[in-house]
T-cell receptor, first 112, second 113 residues
Framework: DTAVSQTPKYLVTQMGNDKSIKCEQN?????MYWYKQDSKKFLKIMFS???????INETVPNRFSPKSPDKAHLNLHINSLELGDSAVYFC???????????FGSGTRLTVV | GENVEQHPSTLSVQEGDSAVIKCTYS??????FPWYKQELGKRPQLIID?????GEKKDQRIAVTLNKTAKHFSLHITETQPEDSAVYFC????????????FGKGTSLLVTP
């Protein structure tokens, strides 16, 4: 019954590897997002998708490629991982401008 | 794009006192202003939000005020309790930002007994 679920919760990987984080929401929301929270706790928007279409890409390196197979899923694939990619990544969803923002529990990515 | 400034970065109060956190935003098109509480190792949790057609909103010990002209909004917590200790984030969003939340840098609130 989890509203926004993301997997895995923890991910430890070596530099240069490719990894994916999955996100699913069962709230019927039409907009999904990926946020990055760095070691200083700054929360920054990475991508916003509305009805499977990319709305914004906030100066994220093209090593990061979101994929939205349907409105309920927004997965994040990261190529050639770097040390600086270590962070907590949060998926979220909302009803566009009607709010109802809900965050997933986060994925802690550690690149070694 | 939207720029949200938040102050202070840390705030320490005694139990029972009030705490006030202030934010300013730059995009006049922003129309939704939520506040989130994040405890260590947890996801951000919405505690209160306000839209641009409202000047003030209250929910028990928590209130938010919005001044659209000055482009600033504030969170007020009264009768603080130790369990209020957490990091608090303000955010702003608009259609221009694809409804994404642009966050302030957070305020670490410590309530001492």
């Amino acid at each position: 019954d989890t509203a926004v679920s993301q997997t895995p919760k923890y991910l430890v990987t070596q530099m240069g590897n490719d990894k994916s984080i999955k996100c699913e929401q069962n709230l019927g929301h039409d907009t999904m997002y990926w946020y990055k929270q760095d070691s200083k706790k700054f929360l920054k928007i990475m991508f916003s998708y509305n009805n499977k279409e990319l709305i914004i890409n906030e100066t994220v390196p093209n090593r990061f490629s979101p994929k939205s197979p349907d409105k309920a899923h927004l997965n994040l694939h990261i190529n050639s991982l770097e040390l600086g990619d270590s962070a907590v990544y949060f998926c979220a969803s909302s009803h566009g401008d009607r709010g109802g923002y809900t965050f997933g529990s986060g994925t802690r990515l550690t690149v070694v | 794009g939207e720029n949200v400034e938040q102050h202070p970065s840390t705030l320490s109060v005694q139990e029972g006192d009030s705490a006030v956190i202030k934010c300013t935003y730059s995009d006049s098109a922003s129309n939704y202003f939520p506040w989130y509480k994040q405890e260590l190792g947890k996801r951000p949790q919405l505690i209160i939000d306000i839209r641009s057609n409202v000047g003030e909103k209250k929910d028990q010990r928590i209130a938010v005020t919005l001044n659209k002209t000055a482009k600033h909004f504030s969170l007020h917590i009264t009768e603080t309790q130790p369990e209020d200790s957490a990091v608090y984030f303000c955010a702003a969003s608009s259609a221009n930002s694809g409804y994404a939340l642009n966050f302030g840098k957070g305020t670490s609130l410590l309530v001492t007994p």
